[in-house]
Structures are given as structure tokens and as C-alpha cells.
């Protein structure tokens, strides 16, 4: 006999949409976190956006915790003390329904499992999934670390996070290289708020989100800043294996960014009130473990489902949409009492039919061109280059024309016209 309809592991953005979603269609389930509370081993914050929140919870932008709404997004290229940037601003992203804000993962994760719970589900803190129950080579649930802990139910969905421990017993995650995962490390910087809207040119509840690139020396990566009502966020993402073998540590990575010409400005005086760290699937689409098993499903960060391509990073949205799925496909086979791996495969068709798929499959080659070294080291080497020469008054020199200061500052950096070309198509192809 089951004690649930369903159990969730991982009170999360994915587990917490599955959960929402089962006790929405009058299913019993347990939603598991290992934490004392849900979001409460996530530090601070990032930024989410909103439309996947639209069908599952309507009027989200009246009820969710945010810090601010983004209302420019910044693209920046750093090479030595020089930075090139792409500014775009949207007032219009200010007022419902949005498009994005940012919000502290402790605060936005309560506030979603809170919703499941209202709904029904049975949330239950400080317990953690040891491993799968099977029978006849089905899951039939999942071992916890409480005395008599074992809990049963005909569908269990891991949101257990990245590198999924539940996946890989399952057999389902084969793909542990570790250059498909980066480390993500960020410290959140105590500002005023009118500091942070003087500095960042913002009023009210607007916010701003900045992405760089070539800021983090010879460790292929990238970094962000983000404002939060009365803090700014700033940190790197590295390459896993190009970080174990350099010599510089992530937090000196990080001390050089904030030191950076560009980005001085914007945090000094603050004060540091928080340092994290932790592991991100990086290379999307092509390192997702299956999807589905018998009585089982997995969701979130546990199926790498979190977009690096340079200019789209997200993975908030990517996991209530793969957690809202699985959610729906499980209940629709509790009911008809088939949750066999035939029958849950519904969940991987909902997922090829919306963006969650779409986008991953669309964009499967962009991490490993925005982690290439002429992404990390050429582009922003020129870019730089090109515009201090484009803006450089020379006179009583006469100006030298746009082809060839672009000429120059290729050879200058090691660029090679064929190379630029080459990786031009790729990046058509694979953001076209």
C-alpha cells in the first residue's frame, strides 16, 4: 500500500510547481526538502522571469516576493581595464506583467512551496531522500533518513538538485564529465537603496542585471551583477575542470571583477554580508540525463535543465516548467493507475512541446561556444580594442578608416579573419 499518491524531492522551483500541480488535481503528495525550510541552503538570490508563473499562478507579480524589477539588462565585454557595453532599458518591464525580477531564493521558494501546501501537499523539512525503493525494477519510493522513514507512492519526481543522486541511482544520469559543469560563486553586497539608484540609474522598485564576459582571466566563464532592493550581487561562473587546474582560487577570480574599472563604481562601500558557492549543469541540452523512468521522473537542475548561452541565463523559469510538467503528466497517470515508463513519457512530450525543450534543443550548442576561447579571450580583446581606437581623437593624425582598425586589433590579439568567420556561423547556427 502507498502512503502517497506521489512524492516530490526537493521543495525547489521544480519540485515545488510538481507539487503545486498534483495537490491541484486532488493527488496526495509529499514534497521532501533536506533543508529546515524550503530555499533555506539556497543563498540570496538571482533573477527570475515570469511568464512560465503566468498559468500556474495567476497575478504572480501581486503575491511574489521581489526585490526589484528589471528594467535594464546590460550586456558587458572586459578586456585589461577596458569594458565595452550593450545597455538596453525597458520601462515598460516595470509594470505588470513584467518580465523579470530579481528576488532571494530563500524568500521566492518558501513562497511557491507555500502554494503547494495550500493546495494540499504535505511538506515535509529537514529529511533527505537516501535512495529509491524498487520492486520489480519499478520505483515504488524513496529511503529518508528518519527512523522508519520509508515512504511509498506509484510516482516519485527527483528535484533533487544537480547531479541528481536519485538519477543516478536510477541509471538514468550517465554524463559526469566534469567539463559540463561550472561553479558558480557570488557575494551579495550591502548598499543603500538610494546609492544603488544613483549608481545603476534606476528609480523606485527598478533593478538592473548585467551580464560580462572576459572578466575572468584564463578560466573560461563569465560574470554578473544584479541589484536587489538594498544589496548588489556580483559573481562569477567558472569552468569546473580550468578552475581545478589553475592556480588562482574563485574568490580571488571574484576580488579582480570587483576591482575592475567598470564594476569599482558600482559596490565600493558596501559591505559583504554573504560569500556562496555552488555546482551549475552547464552544458544544457546535450549532458540532460533520460527523463523518464518506471515510477519515476526527473525535473529541474537534477535534469541539467538550466541555459548558459551567453546571452540567455536562466534556470529559474526551465525548472517551474519541467517541475509544472512532470507534476500534471504524473497525476494524469495516477489516474489511470499507469505510471509505467510508457505511460509517464507524457512528461518528455509536454517538455518537447513547450520552451522548455524547445529552447535546449534550439540553443544546444551555445554553452560550448560561449565557454570557446575566442568568445572568452578574442571578442572582448577586439571589441575593446576596436572602440578605443574608433574613439581615440588622433590628431594631427588622419583617421584611420574602420576596416582597418578592425584589421589591426585582429592581429594585434592572435584573431584570425577564417577563425572570426568560422565561429560567426556557428554562433548563427546556433542562436539563428
Not at 123 to 138: D, F, K
Not at 204 to 226: M, S
Not at 277 to 290: K, S
Request: net charge neutral; aromatic share 6%.
Amino acid at each position: 500500500m502507498s502512503d502517497f499518491d506521489a512524492i516530490v524531492v526537493g521543495a525547489g522551483p521544480a519540485g515545488s510547481a510538481a507539487a503545486l500541480e498534483l495537490a491541484r488535481a486532488g493527488r496526495s503528495v509529499c514534497l521532501l526538502e533536506r533543508g529546515p525550510t524550503p530555499g533555506s541552503k539556497n543563498m540570496y538570490g538571482g533573477v527570475v522571469y515570469g511568464r512560465i508563473l503566468d498559468t500556474l499562478v495567476p497575478g504572480w507579480w501581486e503575491q511574489m516576493p521581489v526585490q526589484r524589477w528589471v528594467t535594464r539588462r546590460s550586456t558587458m565585454l572586459i578586456h585589461d581595464d577596458r569594458a565595452l557595453t550593450v545597455d538596453f532599458r525597458h520601462p515598460g518591464w516595470g509594470a505588470a506583467p513584467f518580465n523579470g525580477a530579481t528576488t532571494f531564493r530563500p524568500d521566492f521558494d518558501a513562497w511557491l512551496a507555500g502554494l503547494a501546501v495550500d493546495a494540499g501537499a504535505s511538506l515535509v523539512c529537514s529529511t533527505t531522500a537516501t535512495g529509491l525503493i524498487r520492486e520489480g525494477g519499478r520505483v515504488v519510493g524513496v529511503r529518508t533518513d528518519r527512523p522508519d522513514g520509508d515512504l511509498r507512492a506509484p510516482v516519485v519526481i527527483a528535484c533533487d538538485g544537480v547531479n541528481s543522486f536519485l538519477a543516478k541511482e536510477a541509471g538514468m544520469y550517465p554524463h559526469t564529465d566534469a567539463a559540463n559543469f561550472t561553479v558558480g560563486v557570488k557575494e551579495t553586497i550591502s548598499l543603500p537603496r538610494e546609492v544603488i539608484d544613483e549608481r545603476f540609474g534606476v528609480r523606485g522598485e527598478e533593478g538592473v542585471d548585467i551580464e560580462i564576459l572576459g572578466c575572468t582571466g584564463d578560466v573560461p566563464g563569465g560574470g554578473f551583477v544584479y541589484t536587489n532592493a538594498t544589496s548588489v550581487a556580483v559573481g562569477l561562473v567558472l569552468s569546473l575542470p580550468a578552475l581545478a587546474a589553475g592556480g588562482d582560487r574563485p574568490e580571488e577570480l571574484l576580488r579582480r571583477l570587483k576591482a575592475h574599472p567598470a564594476i569599482a563604481p558600482l559596490v565600493e562601500g558596501g559591505e559583504v554580508l554573504e560569500y556562496s558557492a555552488h555546482v551549475i549543469p552547464e552544458a544544457g541540452y546535450e549532458m540532460m540525463p533520460e527523463l523518464v523512468g518506471d515510477g519515476i521522473l526527473v525535473a529541474g537542475d537534477a535534469a541539467a535543465m538550466c541555459l548558459a548561452a551567453g546571452i540567455w541565463l536562466e534556470g529559474v523559469n526551465f525548472a517551474i516548467g519541467s517541475g509544472a510538467a512532470a507534476g500534471r503528466a504524473a497525476a494524469q497517470c495516477i489516474a489511470r493507475n499507469d505510471t509505467s515508463a510508457a505511460a509517464l513519457a507524457a512528461y518528455r512530450r509536454a517538455l518537447e512541446s513547450s520552451f522548455v525543450l524547445a529552447d535546449h534543443r534550439k540553443l544546444r550548442a551555445a554553452p560550448h561556444l560561449v565557454m570557446g576561447d575566442l568568445a572568452q579571450r578574442g571578442l572582448p580583446a577586439v571589441a575593446c580594442g576596436v572602440m578605443e581606437d574608433l574613439f581615440t581623437v588622433r590628431n594631427p593624425e588622419p583617421k584611420p578608416g574602420v576596416r582597418r582598425i578592425v584589421r589591426t586589433q585582429m592581429r594585434r590579439h592572435g584573431v584570425r579573419a577564417r577563425d572570426a568567420v568560422r565561429e560567426g556561423l556557428r554562433a548563427l547556427r546556433a542562436f539563428g
